[in-house]
């Protein structure tokens, strides 16, 4: 048997999975290796958690958007300073940008990964109301902002007010209870 401070290990690591993830990584190792596996044998085998954060590249072609003052931009707090680190060389070298964006992306969604602050997505907007609104939209869609912060944002997402008459509701109640009482019961 493996020590008990070995197993402690491995229970630390693998804790985040469930015991069918960690039974299909090891399954895996095993017919790929012929080397007892380590946890880090076992980890790059496992899903990748998602905390929200899109991979670098996906936040670089986000971040891209920013380059037109018309767009509105909605990205995380890391995706906005790793831009803000590679936008001084991206006129000149599009590849050296990309490359630093990256780099700095990478690093800083690893330290706030470690230090378990979730995503944060900002929303940088631009001047065109158009656009504004395609983008508040999407990111509405994809769950990286709450509607009622997309209503601040772009009021025409708000939904017209409506008068409430109570006459009517009553009378639209009235009618469901007839509907239901009507329905045969079985047995």
Not at 30 to 50: G, H, I, Q
Not at 64 to 73: A, K, N, Q, S, Y
Not at 83 to 94: K, P, R, T, Y
Not at 129 to 140: G, H, Q, Y
Request: glycine share 4%; charged share 30%.
């Amino acid at each position: 048997l493996p020590p008990v401070e070995s197993l402690e290990l491995w229970l630390t690591i693998l804790e985040p999975y469930s015991i069918e993830q960690v039974r299909a990584a090891l399954s895996q190792h095993m017919r790929e290796s012929k080397f007892p596996p380590v946890p880090a044998d076992v980890v790059t085998r496992l899903p990748k958690e998602s905390d929200g954060r899109p991979d670098a590249n996906e936040a670089w072609a986000i971040a891209l958007r920013g380059r037109d003052e018309r767009e509105t931009v909605v990205w995380t707090q890391e995706c906005a300073e790793a831009f803000g680190i590679a936008s001084s060389v991206l006129d000149g070298d599009e590849t050296g940008a990309r490359m630093a964006f990256k780099a700095a992306y990478e690093r800083l969604v690893e330290r706030a990964r470690d230090e378990k602050r979730p995503a944060q997505w900002v929303t940088s907007l631009g001047h065109d109301p158009d656009l504004r609104e395609i983008a508040v939209t999407e990111a509405v869609r994809t769950g990286r902002m709450q509607l009622a912060h997309a209503r601040r944002v772009v009021p025409a997402l708000a939904a017209p007010e409506v008068a409430y008459d109570t006459r009517i509701a009553s009378q639209n109640l009235a009618r469901l209870r007839q509907l239901t009482a009507s329905i045969s019961k079985p047995g």
